[in-house]
């Protein structure tokens, strides 16, 4: 076996050990505050879910840390297991928002105002590449030759001569179409 594995530094163990007599001696040892029904707090801090009245489950549930949701879980199930009309409405209400509430995944994924601030960030956006081809547009270069309109009746009358797409084409009998001419002046 491998000692560096198994070895644990000794102020660890000593750590380990106060914490754990620590633990036993203030569960052994209930404050005032403990022992009173309506407080759900231990000595040590922690919820006492067995404590907690089922109302407030549906207020403080989606606060609570997984050990103390899991309990809370055991506790509502345990109740159903009674007859359904014997529990309070409460307790049935308590159930329903545990199982299926929205808290965990099914928490909403947009909160209010979400939708005005994508609304405005698309606009936004959709303004800057406005505002960026304009930008561009302004200081671009001249077209070049071949989009001015003489140019490409020049070309139409290149292409009759070559007998260019002689069925639907430019070279067809009958052809009323533009061309190659895609610019105005």
Not at 38 to 54: F, M, N, R, W
Not at 140 to 169: F, S, V
């Amino acid at each position: 076996m491998n000692r560096c594995y198994t070895a644990v530094p000794a102020s660890l163990k000593n750590a380990s050990r106060l914490a754990t007599r620590a633990y036993a001696t203030a569960a052994a040892t209930p404050t005032a505050a403990a022992t009173d029904a309506s407080v759900a707090q231990t000595s040590e801090g922690y919820l006492d879910i067995a404590k907690v009245p089922i109302q407030s489950a549906e207020v403080a549930f989606p606060t609570w840390t997984d050990n103390q949701k899991n309990a809370m879980i055991a506790r509502l199930q345990e109740l159903q297991k009674k007859d359904w009309k014997e529990l309070t409405l409460q307790e049935k209400r308590a159930a329903f928002y545990v199982a299926f509430g929205p808290h965990s995944y099914r928490a909403p994924f947009s909160h209010p105002g979400d939708n005005l601030k994508a609304f405005l960030g698309v606009v936004g956006i959709v303004g800057l590449s406005g505002a960026l081809f304009a930008l561009i547009r302004k200081n671009a270069d001249k077209p070049p030759p071949t989009m001015n309109p003489e140019w490409q009746e020049a070309t139409n009358e290149y292409l009759r001569e070559q007998n260019a797409n002689p069925i639907t084409g430019i070279s067809s009998k009958g052809y009323q179409g533009k061309g190659m001419v895609t610019t105005s002046d």
